[in-house]
């Protein structure tokens, strides 16, 4: 159920692309800013993202939470937004290292 090629991940998807989509129509010039500096990031964000995933996992398995279990409803989202924030992190900080400026997308 919680498996990537599952119906579950590609209505989600399906439904985030369709969502974000009306909303960059509608969106306030003075967000613009955000959204560019999250749009920059997207690539280095999708790249990191797997590996941060496992970390992820095998942490809160370590704090004796069990990522397999729990309503899917709230285990999905929250785990879904942390981990894209964690994700930028890393490529926001690695994307200022001078030597890594322009290797990190």
């Known amino acids: 159920f919680r498996s990537y090629p599952s119906l579950n991940f590609v ?9 974000l ?8 010039p003075r967000h613009a800013g955000w ?14 993202h797997s590996l941060l995933q496992v970390e992820f996992q ?10 397999a279990v729990g309503p899917s409803i709230l285990v999905i989202p929250l ?5 894209y924030f964690a994700s930028f992190l890393v490529t926001h900080i690695l994307r200022r290292i001078p030597i890594l400026k322009h290797t990190v997308p």
């Open 11 to 19: 209505l989600m998807s399906v439904a985030a692309f369709l969502l």
């Open 21 to 28: 989509r009306t909303l960059g129509e509608r969106i306030d």
């Open 35 to 48: 959204l560019k500096v999250f749009s920059e990031a997207s690539f280095g964000i999708y790249l990191i």
């Open 58 to 67: 095998s942490f809160w398995q370590r704090l004796g939470f069990e990522t």
């Open 79 to 83: 785990t879904t937004i942390l981990l």
